[in-house]
């Protein structure tokens, strides 16, 4: 295995693991802050370096659904999209799940409308969390492009059978040029294989029907196959972790400590403020205060019982969310961990902090402030949920 | 509740899928029908004018002639009775067949 360093945005991490996968087909529909991804995958088709079929279509309705009938006919698929194409692909999202079909999905983080924005906040992939989807967030470019690449066996690994999605923030990675240590083609190929699906509509030597009416007879059936599949992940994403180590060399991570052992005060945030909130935790250990970061990755299947012992003895925890769920107990990852917590029997502090809405900035003396002011609460306060960064 | 003697989540095939070709024939749709053709064949003149109208291929042909209807699969939806030119198709209540 060779690697090289480059310098590249989030985008073209995201479309060079692409292009070294080299899908079948990949059908897409721009969006901001998507478009970059396809912008840079389209020049690889144009040039002759994939054999991807690139499907332009009307919509992003019309994406997932091109993605969905290649993908049963048994191609390789990959695409990409953001907020409101997420969102327009809504219904065929839950298609490709409950069809069981291994679709890899880059999602570039972006606030749903209304009002309108471009920048990134997860309401668009947090509305999909219960779509039968995996879901892995990615707090860099790095992340991304080797996520992308482990997500296709993931995807397509025989007792899962499930559509991946990968999640990095809008603008601030897909935009923002980091280095990336890419892996060279060949490795890449060996690593993630020939797709060969057991049951695919252009085996005509063994015709099957895909996605017919399913009623009260068997549909329940289904979906607990389906909470079977995505849950399996569980056990075979640490085996293939193991896999990829041995062919790269390298550490996958799906749940991360960062100088967690004697932390007392705790900060749980996925993606891109995980990176901010690492250089908070540097700078405030240098001033001996014991504070810690916990970076989900992985958040379908949900890592509940790795997440509580993670912050098992820790005196206080603040989950940041970058969504929120209106009228629930809080924000997606606060409800999550706060009902893993419910087994334990000694539980931390824990509140909510909303914060980075619509790409409302949040910089490192942001989450200095919050870790200053979780440090002086002493009891499990009332209110749960804070609105951080947002005028009164 | 469910019905025990279908099998369960474990053994059927995953996302829906249909593994046999055209086995569609084993799913009896005739108990959906409420309305029976019923076919007089003095007046029937064997156009196969409803043979080629029915969207359920529910109108068997022996010896080239129109034979009766498939009730295991015949839905009800009265379009032989409609597209026949002789009227000699009559739909008629499903619940006046029941014993
Ligand atoms: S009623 Fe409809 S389904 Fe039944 S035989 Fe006539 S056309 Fe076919
Ligand atoms: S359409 Fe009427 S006349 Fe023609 S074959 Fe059918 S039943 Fe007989």
């Known amino acids: 295995m060779t690697s090289k360093i480059n310098a590249m945005t989030g985008a073209e991490a995201t479309a060079e693991a692409m292009r070294q996968v080299n899908p079948d087909v990949v059908p897409a529909y721009p969006i901001t802050p998507q478009t970059p991804v396809m912008h840079a995958f389209a020049s690889f088709v144009s040039d002759g370096l994939v054999d991807s079929e690139l499907i332009r279509v009307e919509s992003e309705h019309s994406a997932m659904s091109a993605a969905v009938g290649a993908s049963a006919a048994g191609s390789r698929v990959m695409t990409a999209t953001s907020a409101n194409g997420l969102a327009l692909m809504f219904e065929i999202v839950y298609i490709a799940s409950s069809t069981r079909l291994p679709i890899v999905m880059n999602v570039v983080n972006r606030a749903l409308s209304g009002p309108i924005n471009i920048h990134c906040d997860h309401s668009d992939s947090m509305a999909c969390r219960d779509s039968g989807w995996i879901q892995i967030y990615c707090e860099n470019a790095q992340e991304v492009y080797e996520t992308s690449l482990f997500a296709v066996r993931l995807a397509e690994h025989c007792d899962i059978l499930l559509p991946v999605m990968i999640c990095q923030d809008g603008f601030i990675i897909s935009h923002s040029v980091e280095r990336v240590e890419t892996f060279d083609d060949e490795s890449v190929r060996s690593f993630i294989g020939e797709y060969r699906p057991k049951h695919c509509l252009l085996d005509t030597d063994n015709p099957i029907t895909i996605g017919p009416l399913d009623l009260f007879d068997y549909y329940y059936e289904h979906k607990r196959q389906q909470a079977e599949a995505i849950n399996n992940a569980r056990e075979i994403i640490p085996k293939l972790a193991a896999e990829y180590k041995g062919h790269f060399g390298k550490d996958l991570n799906f749940l991360e400590s960062y100088k967690m052992d004697d932390a007392t005060d705790v900060i749980v945030v996925m993606s891109s403020t995980a990176g901010t909130t690492k250089a908070v935790v540097d700078k405030l250990r240098a001033e001996g205060k014991k504070v810690g970061l916990l970076k989900p990755r992985l958040f379908r299947p949900f890592p509940a019982h790795e997440i509580s012992l993670a912050l098992k003895g820790k005196r206080m925890v603040a989950v940041l969310d970058r969504s929120d769920s209106f009228g629930s107990m809080g924000g997606p990852l606060f409800s999550e961990i706060r009902s893993a917590l419910y087994d334990e029997a000694e539980k931390p502090i824990i509140i909510n902090y909303i914060y980075g809405l619509g790409g409302r900035e949040m910089m490192l003396d942001d989450i200095e402030g919050i870790y200053n002011e979780i440090s002086c609460i002493n009891s499990q306060p009332e209110e749960k949920v804070k609105y951080f960064g947002v005028r009164e | ?99």
């Not at chain 2, 099998?7 to 569609?24: D, R, S, V």
């Not at chain 2, 029908?33 to 080629?52: A, E, G, L, V």
């Open chain 2, 1 to 99: 509740m469910s019905d025990e003697n279908k099998p369960g989540w474990k053994t059927i095939p995953i996302g829906g899928m249909i593994l046999e070709a055209g086995n569609a024939e084993k799913y009896k749709t005739g108990d959906w029908r409420t309305f029976r053709p019923q076919r007089d064949h003095d007046k029937c003149t064997n156009c196969m004018i409803c043979f080629m109208y029915c969207p359920d291929s529910a109108i068997p042909l022996k010896d080239e002639k129109v034979d009766g209807f498939d009730y295991d699969h015949c839905k009800g939806c009265g379009i032989c009775a409609k597209m026949c030119p002789v009227k000699c198709i009559e739909m008629k209540d499903e619940n006046d067949f029941k014993d």
